[in-house]
């Protein structure tokens, strides 16, 4: 039951004041056809709306089967109208972009029906209203009485209890006015129809009972009614919501009537998409060209550890340190540059266990290079000399003159090759060279020959083997491979003097029978055209076989008198500490490595690498750590940051379009909402609540953003074709322009969200619109 009790009504225009309803007092049976009478302006409609929540009365109260509307939120409103009104205008108010039945289907879309449910009801809706045979029929496919019956089917397919007519039939013709009456008359059977109407001769033919209204009042009621008792409440309200799928639906039906229009503005809206993603992708197509090289030269480029390091600590440096300071009339006393960087590694056996647990997945070769020097000799037609490997004195002379000078080793190159942590990963030599002839090394007492990409051979090398060549002469490579040279141990190959020094033996045949036989297995080049090599343009040879070597000698009668002499057992020279500990190294006395060359798997696994080496010092005083040299990642830093910069600056440039999109597509929305007012309404009265509203326009800002960011990528993607055309033509670089997958997602997303936020004032301010107001724009 419905009852209307003292409800006030007030208008305000200036200084006048209206009452459209003044202490209006009215109860209305469950089923009965009320006709509302009255001249223009006396406020029947304004009671309508009321009844229908649509309007607010400013005082009194509406009761529905015993609930007191007085305290109804907004959302109360909401859900009385969608589940408990159904409106039927007299300008039917259809939708115009959903065909008849989703129009139909729109109430009970936001009451959260199932699709077959309602799809269902809507049909069984429309047939009762005779227009079975037109379900697929757009509006403007039906005549003016086929549209107030879909705008009667509407009202209907939720079931709700109270039928609001305001001038059904007042844009019909007389026989169409009929049949909708008589239609209306039938629905009163079971519901309570209320109707607004100016037309007399319709209420006395078809009302049940006749109200007559002026001036804010009822002045009579042809079938007054009053009950027995007060009604228990027994009202159940059932709150509406819209899912986001049917906001989506809803708003991609509206877009797709304006396909023109959308397809112009996401086009306009994707300009800065197109512009930052062209601007990635050729930075990224940049940067894999800077990578590619970088892992042909660099990837192989081991971490250097030696005994002295530099550290370049970039907080040693202050902001202003190039600044000249003012002239005070003093000087101060400093160590040069160079000095102030040099770090002491105090490389031990711990470290070096540490070293040889690293993963084999992050860096499966390892090369340790020492100062032992190798006694070797060769027998050349029985002529009997001493020889070296290296184009020095010892594989490890370089590095030591050089710490004895204070410089830092770069540890680039070296005459050993690593170790390989995990033999099933292949040898380093398999990997980064290529076999010229003869065999790999099986075993430590083989040795290589590295030619560079010229196939040279480092003459001095080559004459420090015993061999009379000239600069420029060939030599065939089976007078090398097979050649082998005697490995002399320290016992046999220096003698004692009466004084207590130490010389090296008599070259003689029996010295050279004494040695270990070492074969030159063979010739090897790297596999790329690095300039940068790996090894040294000389004999190469295995740690295992230094390591041979030190156990062999550590023990030698010149190690054992050295170490008990702070003189040069050989020469009387006097010693510090430091040159003592280099000449026992020297000659096999230490096994502690003066550089420790780390070769990592890969260009990306080489982090993993840097942060276990980091692990070791974490904790430990500056002097205590142990630094390393990482030349490639000092390249790659200086590349990478350069290209990025000059990226960030591009994009930067671009983003500014984006922005500029967004205020577009914010303006586009509100005209949109403009556009769509009456729209607002329909969906008001249909029980739509604001959020709802607002998440109908959020959804078509979302679609045009999704739409625009999608347009954007594929007209960047597209434009990657010319563009690497061009930069072929003008650099001779294939395929510079690479739209990475990531960025096109992201860009998608960040469309998406700026034009989601461009729209969503305008769409708020399509939730606060008025209903009664909005349905009667135009």
């Known amino acids: 039951m419905l009852q209307l009790k003292h409800l006030m009504k007030t208008y305000q225009v200036g200084d006048t004041v ?26 029947k409609t304004t009671m309508l709306n009321v009844i229908g929540g649509l309007d607010q009365y400013d005082s009194g109260d509406i009761i529905i089967n015993g609930k007191s509307t007085k ?100 844009a019909l013709d007389t026989k169409t006015s009929v049949e909708i009456m008589k239609l209306i008359k039938e629905l009163s059977k079971d519901k309570l129809v209320i109707m607004v109407t100016h037309n007399p001769e319709l209420a006395q033919e078809y009302a049940s009972r006749t109200v007559h209204f002026q001036d804010g009042k009822i002045l009579s009621d042809s079938n007054k009614f009053t009950p027995d008792k007060d009604i228990k409440d027994s009202f159940n309200l059932i ?16 877009i797709m009537t304006k396909k023109g229009r959308t397809f112009l503005t996401a086009f306009a809206s994707s300009i800065g998409i197109i512009g930052i993603a062209i601007v990635l992708a050729l930075s990224n197509g940049f940067q894999k060209q800077i990578d590619q090289t ?12 030696s005994t002295i390091a530099t550290d370049l600590d970039p907080a040693q440096r202050s902001k202003d340190s190039d600044k000249n300071v003012k002239n005070k009339g003093f000087l101060i006393a400093a160590k040069p540059d160079n000095e102030k960087n040099i770090h002491e590694n105090k490389i031990t056996q711990n470290y070096i266990n540490y070293i040889k647990k690293i993963n084999p997945n992050y860096a499966n070769n390892i090369s340790y290079i020492r100062s032992v020097q190798l006694n070797l000799l060769s027998n050349n037609a029985g002529k009997i000399k001493r020889i070296q490997f290296s184009t020095l004195n010892n594989s490890g002379s370089s590095l030591v003159n050089a710490q004895s000078q204070g410089m830092a080793s770069v540890g680039i190159n070296s005459s050993v090759f690593p170790t390989s942590l995990d033999q099933s990963k292949g040898s380093f030599l398999k990997n980064n060279y290529q076999l010229l002839s003869g065999n790999w090394p099986s075993s430590k007492n083989d040795v290589v020959l590295v030619l560079n990409n010229k196939n040279e051979a480092n003459l001095n090398s080559l004459k420090n083997l015993g061999l009379d060549i000239k600069d420029g002469e060939k030599i065939n490579f089976k007078k090398l491979v097979g050649k082998t040279f005697k490995l002399i141990s320290n016992n046999d190959y220096y003698q004692q003097l009466p004084t207590g020094n130490f010389v090296p033996n008599k070259l003689t045949k029996s010295l050279y029978n004494k040695g270990r036989t070492i074969t030159l297995t063979g010739v090897i080049r790297s596999k790329n055209n690095s300039q940068m090599a790996l090894l040294d343009n000389s004999i190469a040879y295995s740690d295992a076989l230094s390591e041979a070597v ?15 002499s702070s003189t040069n057992v050989m020469t009387n020279q006097a010693m510090n500490e430091t040159e003592k500990a280099q000449f026992i190294a020297s000659i096999g006395g230490s096994s502690i490595p003066n550089t420790i060359l780390i070769y990592p798997n890969s260009f990306n696994s080489k982090d993993k690498v840097l942060n276990y080496l980091d692990k070791w010092n974490k904790g430990k005083a500056k002097k205590d750590k ?44 509100y005209t949109s909402v403009l556009e769509r007012t009456k729209e607002i309404g329909i969906l008001k009265a249909l029980g739509a609540r604001k959020r709802d509203i607002t998440r109908v326009f959020d959804a078509e800002t979302f679609i045009l953003g999704v739409f625009s960011g999608a347009l954007g990528i594929l007209i960047a993607y597209l434009l990657t074709f010319p563009i690497n055309s061009v930069l072929y033509y003008i650099t001779d670089m294939t395929n510079v322009a690479q739209l ?22 305008p769409a708020r301010i399509a939730a606060k619109k008025d209903a009664a107001i909005a349905l009667r724009s135009e």
């Not at 922005?659 to 914010?666: A, D, F, P, V, W």
């Open 18 to 43: 209206t009452h459209a309803l003044d202490d209006v007092s009215i109860n209305f049976r469950n089923h009965e056809f009320v006709a509302i009478l009255g001249p223009s302006g006396s406020g």
């Open 71 to 170: 305290n109804f939120s907004q959302t109360d409103w909401d859900a009385y109208r969608n589940n408990t009104v159904g409106f039927i205008f007299q300008n039917y108010n259809l939708i115009s972009h959903l065909s008849i039945i989703e129009n139909v289907e729109l109430g009970m879309t936001l009451s959260g029906v199932d699709s077959k449910t309602r799809h269902q009801k809507a049909i069984d809706a429309l047939k009762r209203v005779g227009l079975g045979d037109h379900l697929q029929k757009n509006p403007n496919q039906l005549s003016g009485g086929q549209m107030q019956r879909v705008a009667i089917a509407r009202a209907i397919a939720n079931d709700p209890d109270i039928l609001l007519c305001d001038e059904p039939t007042g």
């Open 239 to 254: 709150k509406t919501k819209m899912s986001y799928l049917n906001a989506l639906k809803l708003s991609f039906t509206n």
């Open 294 to 305: 970088q892992t042909k030269t660099l990837s192989k480029f081991p971490i250097s550890i």
């Open 550 to 564: 030190i156990k062999e000698n550590k023990n030698s009668n010149i190690v054992k008198a050295q170490k008990k």
């Open 626 to 669: 142990i630094v390393y040299t990482d030349m490639s990642g000092t390249v790659t830093k200086l590349t990478g940051g350069l290209l990025s910069g000059i990226t960030d600056v591009l994009v930067a440039f671009a983003a500014i379009s984006l922005i500029t999109s967004m205020i577009m597509i914010g303006i586009l929305t």
């Open 740 to 761: 990475n997958p990531t960025h096109a997602l992201a860009l998608i997303i960040i469309s998406t969200i700026l034009t989601l936020l461009g729209g969503h004032i």
